[in-house]
């Protein structure tokens, strides 16, 4: 809003300062660039982000593989933690030694986790490499292209505050010097301060 505000100082003005005309010339570049620039970089972050995100998938989906594993036997839970965020994800799981095949054929034994309601001898889900061995959930498109709308906003803001911390920063040596000018002013008005030749 001050970036506007300061527009008005391109009016014509017998008061109005070199620095004023500077100061608007700095408003009006910001928030152009705020306007024109702050969403194309956005725009082409999260374009970017998206790409990458997308082919990450798609690689996931190929290395890695859905199987079922047997639960053998369930496992204690780990001592009672004290941190909420902790005890909520750790009440969402149950640990659980299991079995699976992978898919080379080789046979696997573990701990992995489950639903808290896994009782032995029953199957679940998990995934795996090539090799047999657990790993994470592959990407899918609506978190890649979630991720990727988050990284575009996040571009579009850091531009916009580099840009509006670039004008402050101008504000501020403008300010800076109308405040040595003005000391320099009253230097020369002290001099002749109270003086009664002072208007002649």
């Known amino acids: 809003m001050r970036m506007i505000w300061g527009l008005w100082r391109w ?12 100061e608007a010339w700095a408003a009006l570049v910001a928030a152009s660039l705020i306007l024109l620039v702050a969403p194309a970089v956005g725009w082409m972050s999260g374009s970017l982000a998206h790409g990458a995100l997308m082919k990450a998938a798609r690689e ?17 839970h780990p ?12 009440d969402a799981q ?17 701990p992995l986790a489950a639903r808290p309601d896994a009782d032995p001898g029953e199957r679940f889900r998990i995934w795996t490499d090539d090799h047999g061995r657990p790993v994470g959930r592959p990407l899918d498109a609506a978190t890649a292209t979630t ?25 501020w040596r403008l300010m800076r010097r109308r405040y040595v000018q003005w000391d320099i002013a009253w230097a020369r008005a002290g001099q002749d301060w109270g003086r009664a030749d002072a208007d002649s």
């Not at 906003?153 to 531009?159: D, F, M, N, P």
């Open 60 to 76: 996931q989906r190929a290395e890695r593989h859905p199987l079922s594993a047997t639960v053998l036997k369930v496992l204690p």
């Open 147 to 171: 991720h990727a709308v988050l990284a575009g906003i996040g571009a579009a803001a850091g531009t916009m505050i580099v840009v509006d911390g670039a004008r402050r920063l101008v504000v």
């Open 79 to 90: 001592p009672i933690d004290s941190d909420p965020e902790t005890a909520s994800a750790r």
């Open 11 to 22: 009016r014509r003005n017998p008061l109005r300062r070199r620095t004023d005309l500077v």
């Open 94 to 110: 149950r640990r659980v030694l299991a079995r699976w095949t992978g898919p080379d054929g080789s046979r696997h034994e573990g």
